[in-house]
């Protein structure tokens, strides 16, 4: 396999959509594909940096050339539908194949996308995590009775708020129920339950590689001229994909504790081959609980990943895809010399 800085091109795997944010439901599984607008924001990024990029729409399309990429560095930003195991799929035949590429292998996004498996990690690294558990079936409703109301009711193993709107923020076992029978229904998986953590919508953003952490951001999404819109409200797909709604991204990271980014340290270095990822949460005061972990994270410039570093000020959107693409070849380099 080849390490090093040395590659000749940059291979994007993407699934993105051309579509209208305002026209998905809740169901929508394009909710978590990103938009063609994305794709080729990011596309121009890399060539940036490097001339020779090569786009792919599909893990097969990969599996298909492989043979002409020996030398290259994939660049993953699929998302993948309908399996447990979308997320690492592209590491997963690279690895197979000897050929790098950017971001979590395929232990770390496997882990990552499943909301309660995750949890055990992060309270190892000393975050702390909302209480909740497990639904499979209708024989698991007992559950309901022992745990505090409200709480948040969603699909193990989704991402970007797909099958979340306000309904899923439940006060009582009946409206539970009703919704966890839902979600069943649609997504054939189990459900998680959680109780409702209030406080700022953070995300604690990291870029390195075990407990190397070359840079770092905190950012709260909020509501101009409604800073407390999110403090006892879900961040739903509503917020995620309307086009209209005043949202934006400040950095909080003064306001994250020593002890709250050691333990993210802790974390990412838990992870290994991880380099970037997002640990969304709520933060309260300086309590910060996480939500969720995403590794696989959308790279817009105005999402949370790269918008929590450009509201930090010391990036701009192409600077942050450049650090990225250093820092995984910079891993490579040193797990070649170690050797």
């Not at 979308?86 to 690895?95: D, L, V």
């Not at 970007?160 to 409206?175: A, C, E, P, R």
């Not at 693409?325 to 070649?336: A, G, K, P, V």
Request: hydrophobic share 40%; net charge negative.
């Amino acid at each position: 396999m080849q390490t090093g800085a040395s590659f000749e091109k940059i291979v994007l795997i993407t699934d993105s959509k051309d579509y209208c944010s305002n026209d998905l439901t809740v169901f929508d599984r394009n909710i978590d594909r990103v938009n063609v607008y994305y794709t080729n924001q990011l596309f121009k990024a890399i060539q940036a940096f490097h001339h020779d990029v090569v786009l792919y729409n599909s893990p097969q399309e990969l599996i298909d050339n492989i043979h002409m990429h020996r030398n290259d560095l994939v660049f993953p930003f699929w998302f993948g539908e309908n399996s447990r195991n979308r997320h690492a799929i592209i590491p997963a035949i690279c690895e197979g194949a000897n050929i790098r590429y950017l971001g979590g292998d395929a232990y770390t996004k496997i882990v990552c996308n499943d909301k309660n498996l995750s949890k055990l990690l992060c309270k190892k690294a000393g975050l702390l995590t909302p209480n909740g558990s497990i639904i499979v079936s209708s024989n698991d409703y007992n559950i309901l009775n022992e745990i505090y109301y409200p709480i948040v009711v969603k699909p193990l193993f989704e991402g970007t708020s797909l099958g979340i709107s306000d309904k899923n923020l439940v006060f009582n076992k009946v409206d539970a129920i009703k919704i966890i029978e839902k979600l069943i229904e649609v997504f054939n998986q189990p459900i998680l339950i959680e109780e409702f953590v209030s406080g700022k919508e953070v995300s604690i953003c990291l870029v390195g590689w075990k407990n190397k952490v070359v840079a770092w951001e905190a950012a709260e999404r909020f509501m101009d001229g409604d800073d407390d819109y999110f403090i006892n409200k879900l961040y739903t797909y509503v917020e995620k994909k309307s086009s209209e709604l005043p949202l934006f991204l400040r950095s909080v990271k003064s306001q994250i504790t020593k002890e709250v980014y050691t333990s993210c340290v802790n974390l990412f270095s838990l992870l290994d081959k991880v380099e970037f990822m997002r640990i969304d949460g709520r933060l309260n005061n300086t309590e910060f609980t996480v939500i969720e972990l995403t590794p696989e994270t959308h790279l817009g410039d105005d999402a949370e990943f790269c918008g929590a570093f450009i509201a930090g000020g010391n990036f701009t959107y192409n600077s942050i895809v450049k650090l990225l693409i250093e820092n995984c070849l910079e891993r490579y380099q040193s797990q070649n010399a170690s050797m």
